[in-house]
């Protein structure tokens, strides 16, 4: 059952435009337009090398290796690649910039609420 679980993802192809709020339980891969936001909070998202999205991003995992214009909310980690352009303020606990990504925005490293509940129960 996890073998089947880890392929279990949505696509949203290169012809293919939303406009609106985008939500769901599975990955996302966006090689697309997507205008609004879109709420992952348990799973990731994936903004291929063709996707250009204007939107907030609540996800668990947020990988960009296209265009992106909004803010990220990302629970445990941001990545950009070399391909990456984005624009907006990333929330996150580990973030990753490839050389050459472009990014615009302020970057607000969180830890996890644990580690912060550990550490001060140990000073």
């Known amino acids: 059952m996890d073998a089947s679980k ?3 993802f949505a696509h949203i192809g290169k012809s293919v435009m939303v406009k609106g709020e985008l ?4 990955d996302l891969y966006i090689d ?3 205008e609004g936001t879109i709420e992952l909070k ?10 250009q999205v204007k939107a907030n991003i609540n996800a668990k995992e947020v990988i960009i290796q296209g265009r992106l214009e909004g803010n990220i909310q990302a629970s445990q ?4 690649t070399k391909s990456a352009v984005a624009v ?3 929330v996150t606990q580990r973030v990753s910039i490839e050389e050459g990504a ?22």
């Open 6 to 8: 880890t392929a279990e």
């Open 23 to 26: 939500s769901g339980s599975e």
């Open 32 to 34: 697309g337009q997507v």
């Open 42 to 51: 348990g799973n990731n998202l994936t903004i291929g090398p063709h996707g």
């Open 77 to 80: 980690r941001t990545e950009l």
């Open 88 to 90: 907006g303020d990333i």
């Open 102 to 123: 472009s990014f615009k925005g302020k970057i607000d490293i969180q830890r996890e609420a644990k580690s912060e509940a550990q550490a001060a129960s140990k000073s």
